[in-house]
C-alpha cells in the first residue's frame, strides 16, 4: 500500500534551517507530482510547495517563496523540502502529500502522518 513517511523536523531558531524528507513506497514514485502542506495550530490546510512528477517544475507558495526549497530523487523515492530563513510562523505540522496525477500540485490521494516543525528562540 501507499506509505508517505516524514521526517527531519524539530526545533529551530528563527534564521535557522531545517530540511524535511519524505520517503515514499508502495507506488510508481515517478508517476506522480507531490506536495509540502502545513498546518500551524489552530489553523487550516496551508499548501507549501509541489513539484511535477518529473522534476522539471516546483511551485512555492508566497509565503515560502525564496525561503524553501523541494526537489525530488525519483531513484530514491524521496522528496525534500529544503527550508532556510525560518519564521516563528513556519511553525507547523508538514505533510508530505501524493497527487492523484503527474502534474497536479492541488489534489491529493495519499497523505503522511507529518512532521512537526517548531520555530522559537
Known amino acids: 500500500q501507499v506509505q508517505l513517511v516524514e521526517s527531519g523536523g524539530g526545533l529551530a531558531q528563527p534564521g535557522g534551517s531545517l530540511r524535511l524528507s519524505c520517503a515514499a513506497s508502495?507506488?510508481?514514485?515517478?508517476?506522480?507530482?507531490m506536495s509540502w502542506v502545513r498546518q500551524a495550530p489552530g489553523k487550516g490546510l496551508e499548501w507549501v510547495s509541489g513539484?511535477?512528477?518529473?522534476?522539471?517544475?516546483?511551485f512555492y507558495a508566497d509565503s515560502v517563496k525564496g525561503r524553501f526549497t523541494m526537489f525530488r530523487d525519483n531513484a530514491k523515492n524521496t522528496v525534500v523540502l529544503q527550508m532556510n530563513s525560518l519564521k516563528p510562523e513556519d511553525t507547523a505540522l508538514y505533510y508530505c502529500?501524493?497527487?492523484?496525477?503527474?502534474?497536479?500540485?492541488?489534489?491529493?490521494?495519499?497523505w503522511g502522518q507529518g512532521t512537526q516543525v517548531t520555530v522559537s528562540s
Open positions: 513539484i511535477y512528477s518529473d522534476g522539471s517544475d516546483t
Open positions: 502529500a501524493k497527487a492523484s496525477r503527474a502534474d497536479g500540485l492541488y489534489e491529493y490521494d495519499h
Open positions: 508502495g507506488f510508481t514514485f515517478s508517476n506522480y507530482a
